[in-house]
């Protein structure tokens, strides 16, 4: 076939459009899997620290601690983790939710946790909590309000 001759069914101008646009879809698709995963992964592992730090609240740390108000802390922190770690397998291919849960845990469980091990060497952490708070918070409303979807 002549090189001049169009032999294709899509015009041109149609093809090269499309060959343009399927690179970035196919990026755009890719990324949304790997995130997906990722936030899959992430949420598998901080619910399964969750019990156990769920299980350490309950067993070991009334050895070392003997404040109730501690130890009530600390059963929060790791029910928060808890709930949230589920909530991001649900919400995992909602990269905003995504991200303000996995902070939001990281954030307000974490220093929770560190707060009631050693109060007086972790006392810069004591703002940390309520910005994880707000981090959870937005992540909620990331869910309502955003575009991401959610797989039950």
């Given at each position: 076939m002549?090189?001049?001759?169009h032999t294709a069914l899509i015009p041109r101008s149609s093809a090269t459009s499309l060959q343009q646009n399927?690179?970035?879809?196919a990026k755009r698709a890719l990324s949304?899997?790997?995130s997906a995963s990722t936030f899959w992964k992430i949420g598998a592992v901080y619910g399964a620290a969750a019990v156990g730090f769920g299980a350490f609240g309950a067993h070991g740390l009334k050895k070392r601690i003997a404040d109730p108000a501690k130890i009530d802390s600390w059963k929060?922190?790791?029910?928060?983790?808890?709930?949230?770690s589920v909530v991001?397998?649900?919400?995992?291919?909602?990269?905003?939710?995504?991200?303000l849960f996995t902070a939001g845990m990281t954030m307000f469980?974490?220093?929770?946790?560190?707060?009631?091990?050693d109060t007086e060497r972790f006392r810069w952490m004591?703002?940390?909590?309520?910005?994880?708070?707000?981090?959870?918070i937005a992540g909620w409303l990331a869910l309502a309000f955003t575009k991401?979807?959610?797989?039950f």
């Open positions: 002549p090189s001049n001759e399927t690179p970035s879809r949304a899997a790997m929060t922190a790791a029910s928060y983790q808890l709930v949230h991001l397998l649900i919400a995992r291919e909602n990269p905003v939710a995504g991200v469980s974490g220093s929770i946790y560190a707060l009631t091990l004591g703002p940390v909590t309520p910005l994880g708070g707000l981090c959870l991401g979807r959610a797989r």
